[in-house]
């Protein structure tokens, strides 16, 4: 496969569960350009992150660390930039690198992003129209929908690197982050179809612990007027209610994603066009999985298979083959470590997790 370092373009949205991605066998959607990266690719099944919040996600995926030596427990805790990172150690190994989009993990001095020789980040989580953006430092309004946004400057700063070094891109989007504002374009999308309920959406958290039953992420108790954009029709009670609240809420999520997917699409589409597909490896992730309506919640933070589930696709055609789908297990301190490897780069015996590579290679022999 030779010894070029390849070039990296690490997709991450927010809140996006697999059972959400039609390459991952969903029912409630349709998602045709994340699905080109799984079908030229690999798609992992069991790939968790190890807290499913934002910020520690995100933490463990600079930093290949778990987040009580990286420092980022919770939504608090502000990330200290002078650690060790994969852009980091890329960049000292003669590679480009960008950050676009969302950040959160503090910013201003040693918690604005480091190592990066371009960044532009939402403050925050940010908002979904018309958003505010501090690019190096410098923060700036710009009109539009943020996912196109994001997607515009991410392909901007490919257009304008310095095309005789590799680069790595991490392209961070906010959606589909609640409160689910999708732009104009697929306002009306799902509007006459019904979206299937998950076969735990009723459930009655029979032998369960009190806290699954308390817990403020109900469907039919915690989905604020923002979240729903209305007020329920008068006379819906109980199950009829409910039901009303979760085709809201899914139906804008869905929204949100359909916006990603064709911002991936444009992102593959450019790389074709380019002729830089074969040497780039394409990764799409979410920071988290998310309850879709399973045992009747929406948002994650419970310690359950839908919430830690991380979709992980990967496409490299010198690398990956095709079609493919790996059953091993994978965290998300295993990414940096992965990216270290193809690179070329030593890893540091102070990253905790392991490189996927020899998982992706797996029957490589047979296009070899």
Known sequence: MGNEQ????????????????????????????????????????????TNSICAPSRAAILTGQYNHLNGVKTLGDKFDSRQTTVQRLLRENGYQTALVGKWHLGHGGIHDPADFDYWNILPGQG????????EMGEEKKIEG?????????????????????????????????????????????????????PFS???DYEGKSLAAKEATMRIDRDLLKK????????????????SWYYQRYIKDYLRCVASID?????????????????????????????????????????????????????????????????????LNVDFAETFLDYAGVEIPETMQGRSLRP?????????L
């Not at 996006?16 to 409630?28: L, P, Q, R």
């Not at 990764?283 to 919430?307: A, I, P």
Request: glycine share 6%; aromatic share 10%.
């Open 6 to 49: 390849p070039n990296i373009i690490f997709i991450m949205s927010d809140d996006h569960a697999a059972h959400a991605m039609s390459c991952y066998g969903s029912v409630i959607n349709e998602t045709p350009n994340l699905d080109r990266i799984a079908e030229e690719g690999m798609r992992f099944d069991n790939c968790f992150c």
């Open 127 to 134: 908002d979904y129209h018309d958003p505010k953006m501090i």
């Open 145 to 197: 929908y943020v996912t196109d946004i994001i997607t515009d400057l991410s392909l901007d700063w490919i257009k304008r690197r310095d095309k005789e070094k590799p680069f790595m891109l991490m392209c961070h989007h906010k959606a589909p982050h609640r409160p689910w504002d999708p732009d104009e374009k697929h306002a009306d999308l799902y509007e006459d179809i019904n979206i299937p309920e």
């Open 201 to 203: 959406f009723h459930d």
């Open 227 to 242: 979240d729903v954009k209305a007020d329920p029709p008068k006379g819906l009670t109980g199950r009829a209610l409910k």
């Open 262 to 330: 064709d911002n991936v699409g444009r992102l593959l589409d450019y790389l074709d066009q380019e002729g830089l597909t074969d040497n780039t490896i394409v990764v799409y992730t979410s920071d988290q999985g998310f309850f879709l309506g399973d045992h009747g919640w929406y948002d994650k933070r419970f310690m359950y298979e839908e919430s830690l589930r991380m979709p992980f696709i990967v496409r490299y055609p010198r690398g990956v083959r095709p079609g493919t789908v790996s059953k091993d297990f994978a």
């Open 359 to 367: 998982v992706l290679e797996e029957n490589m022999s047979i296009l």
